[in-house]
């Protein structure tokens, strides 16, 4: 018997985790960290034994995938981790910066449990940057090629395919033999959109019997890429023009290289007002040279731009800050300033201490490009609050804000759909890593058009194949 359950991801976006018992083997796909209003479970103990774990198999850098890993093995995880190189090279990145906010971040709690002598009943970070470094270099790692077999365990083999979610993504068919039938079940990952700034398209699955498919956008539309980059364009151009400044609060991997892209193309094509651009996370910047690493990964617009330096992302108008100083520096730039900044969903980083200097005058504005998770402050403000509150200190908002949801990185209902029609043999889907409510409408639809029979999936439950 085949089963599978999943620890993250379920009715929620984010903590992807599925655990599948084949064969007397035990096989994680991701092992992400929860982020929002999910955010206390990552302290938990795991509901299964890590060191039983025989392989972990990562789709893609993303910490809501790969955010857990560090704390996986501090829990007994010894077998072989499975990622692209793009991939666990982002995923280094990524995890290390995770480990230093979680460190600072206890740093300041324990000063305030210190003076209120408390100090006892903190929770310690499930993570240092040493258990990431020891992530790296005391576990196997194996780097599979896209469209390439290999052979997992006995009676299991699985294939790589480009997911055109982020660099190195991808999503996971896994073949087995069950009563002499040969099966194969795939796990999406996330899956993108097929907007051609950064990556290329997603490839198709032929066939599968079962499917474990994300649902972040299962109920709706995104706007189409050009209207999106119009749109974009326009509240860069309307708000230079009125000597005002520009906050992006963007993803470090993907989102970013993106908007580098199109800022680029406005410089190049003298599109752009006169203005100074910051990208202000050293994170994002480490992403951005990974990506430079890999430009044959990269789609035919970006191999293009490609310059003779090798730089793919970099212009005159554009300042990397690496240091906190020079992120303070830019508080005395006044006006015509795109400032972009992490974190992405806005629940720490830098482009808080910006949105304290600049969210409150008018003139500026600030451009949500990504998805906005329920408990996080960018959900907040996207949805109109009047006031944030800053390190203990209430700001008004009268910056203009603007949601242009055009350029994420998953594919929406439309793109979900047209995927999964072209799968054949398949008997069964599993809707995760979406909110509840998106995953209804989804299921419906997938019934419904596809006629297909769709499960969505609930914490720990256990699904028999």
Same mark, same amino acid.
């Given at each position: 018997?085949?089963?599978?359950?999943?620890?993250?991801?379920?009715?929620?976006?984010?903590?992807?985790?599925? &655990?599948?018992?084949?064969n007397g083997k035990n096989i994680m796909i991701d092992c992400g960290m929860f982020q929002g209003e999910d955010e206390d479970k990552n302290e938990k103990p795991f509901d299964f034994d890590p060191s039983k774990i025989d392989y972990l198999l990562v789709t893609h850098g993303h910490l809501d995938h790969v955010g857990r890993i560090p704390k996986l093995i501090k829990e007994g995880f010894k077998g072989t981790i499975y990622a692209t190189e793009a991939t666990m090279d982002l995923a280094?990145? !990524?995890?290390?910066?995770?480990?230093?906010?979680?460190?600072?971040?206890?740093?300041?709690?324990?000063?305030?449990? $210190?003076?209120?002598?408390?100090?006892?009943?903190?929770?310690?970070?499930?993570?240092s940057p040493l258990d990431v470094e020891k992530t790296f270099n005391q576990i196997n790692?194996?780097?599979?090629?896209?469209?390439?077999?290999?052979?997992?365990?006995?009676?299991? #083999?699985?294939?790589?395919?480009?997911?055109?979610?982020?660099?190195?993504?991808a999503f996971i068919e896994l073949s087995y033999t069950q009563e002499g039938v040969s099966k194969t =079940? +795939?796990?999406?990952?996330?899956?993108?959109?097929?907007?051609? &700034?950064?990556l290329p398209n997603l490839q198709k699955c032929s066939k599968a019997n079962y499917l474990y498919v994300e649902s972040t956008y299962g109920n709706r539309e995104h706007q189409g890429i050009k209207k999106t980059i119009k749109e974009f364009k326009k509240v860069i151009i309307d708000t230079l023009e009125k000597k005002g400044?520009? &906050?992006?609060?963007?993803?470090?991997?993907e989102r970013t290289q993106e908007i580098l892209c199109i800022l680029k193309d406005m410089y190049d094509n003298k599109e752009l007002p006169k203005?100074?651009?910051?990208?202000?996370?050293?994170?994002?910047? @480490?992403?951005?040279?990974?990506? #430079? %690493?890999?430009?044959?990964?990269?789609?035919?617009?970006?191999?293009?731009?490609?310059?003779?330096?090798?730089?793919?992302?970099?212009?005159?108008?554009?300042?990397?800050t690496l240091t906190p100083e020079a992120s303070k520096g830019i508080n005395n730039i006044k006006s015509k300033a795109i400032i972009i900044a992490g974190s992405g969903m806005c629940n720490g980083g830098?482009?808080?201490?910006?949105?304290?200097?600049?969210?409150?005058?008018?003139?500026?504005?600030?451009?949500?490009?990504?998805?906005?998770?329920?408990?996080? $402050?960018?959900?907040? !403000?996207?949805?109109?609050?009047?006031?944030?509150? !800053?390190?203990?200190?209430?700001?008004?908002?009268?910056?203009? =804000?603007?949601? =242009?949801?055009?350029?994420?990185?998953?594919?929406?209902? %439309?793109?979900?759909?047209?995927?999964?029609?072209?799968?054949?043999?398949?008997?069964?889907?599993?809707l995760i890593h979406?909110?509840?409510? #998106?995953? %209804?409408?989804?299921?419906?639809?997938?019934? @419904?058009? &596809?006629?297909?029979?769709?499960?969505? +999936?609930?914490?720990?439950?256990k699904i028999k194949l």
């Amino acid at each position: 018997m085949i089963n599978i359950q999943s620890y993250g991801a379920t009715r929620e976006v984010t903590g992807s985790c599925h &655990l599948m018992h084949i064969n007397g083997k035990n096989i994680m796909i991701d092992c992400g960290m929860f982020q929002g209003e999910d955010e206390d479970k990552n302290e938990k103990p795991f509901d299964f034994d890590p060191s039983k774990i025989d392989y972990l198999l990562v789709t893609h850098g993303h910490l809501d995938h790969v955010g857990r890993i560090p704390k996986l093995i501090k829990e007994g995880f010894k077998g072989t981790i499975y990622a692209t190189e793009a991939t666990m090279d982002l995923a280094y990145i !990524i995890l290390m910066d995770s480990a230093k906010i979680m460190a600072e971040d206890f740093d300041t709690r324990y000063k305030k449990a $210190l003076r209120k002598n408390q100090t006892k009943k903190l929770q310690k970070p499930i993570y240092s940057p040493l258990d990431v470094e020891k992530t790296f270099n005391q576990i196997n790692w194996e780097n599979p090629l896209y469209e390439k077999y290999y052979d997992l365990c006995e009676g299991v #083999s699985f294939v790589y395919r480009d997911a055109g979610h982020i660099l190195g993504s991808a999503f996971i068919e896994l073949s087995y033999t069950q009563e002499g039938v040969s099966k194969t =079940i +795939v796990f999406s990952g996330d899956i993108g959109n097929n907007n051609h &700034l950064v990556l290329p398209n997603l490839q198709k699955c032929s066939k599968a019997n079962y499917l474990y498919v994300e649902s972040t956008y299962g109920n709706r539309e995104h706007q189409g890429i050009k209207k999106t980059i119009k749109e974009f364009k326009k509240v860069i151009i309307d708000t230079l023009e009125k000597k005002g400044n520009v &906050l992006i609060p963007s993803f470090a991997i993907e989102r970013t290289q993106e908007i580098l892209c199109i800022l680029k193309d406005m410089y190049d094509n003298k599109e752009l007002p006169k203005c100074k651009i910051y990208l202000d996370s050293p994170m994002a910047t @480490k992403a951005t040279e990974v990506y #430079s %690493k890999y430009t044959q990964n990269l789609s035919p617009k970006c191999q293009h731009n490609l310059e003779e330096d090798g730089a793919i992302f970099n212009f005159e108008a554009l300042t990397y800050t690496l240091t906190p100083e020079a992120s303070k520096g830019i508080n005395n730039i006044k006006s015509k300033a795109i400032i972009i900044a992490g974190s992405g969903m806005c629940n720490g980083g830098r482009i808080i201490h910006h949105f304290k200097h600049r969210i409150w005058n008018k003139k500026n504005a600030v451009i949500f490009v990504g998805f906005q998770a329920q408990g996080t $402050l960018g959900r907040e !403000i996207v949805e109109g609050a009047k006031w944030i509150n !800053i390190y203990g200190e209430d700001i008004i908002v009268k910056a203009s =804000i603007h949601t =242009i949801n055009g350029f994420s990185a998953h594919a929406d209902q %439309k793109g979900i759909m047209k995927w999964i029609s072209k799968i054949k043999k398949l008997k069964k889907i599993f809707l995760i890593h979406g909110e509840y409510e #998106s995953q %209804k409408v989804l299921k419906e639809v997938l019934e @419904k058009k &596809l006629n297909k029979d769709v499960v969505i +999936v609930e914490y720990g439950k256990k699904i028999k194949l």
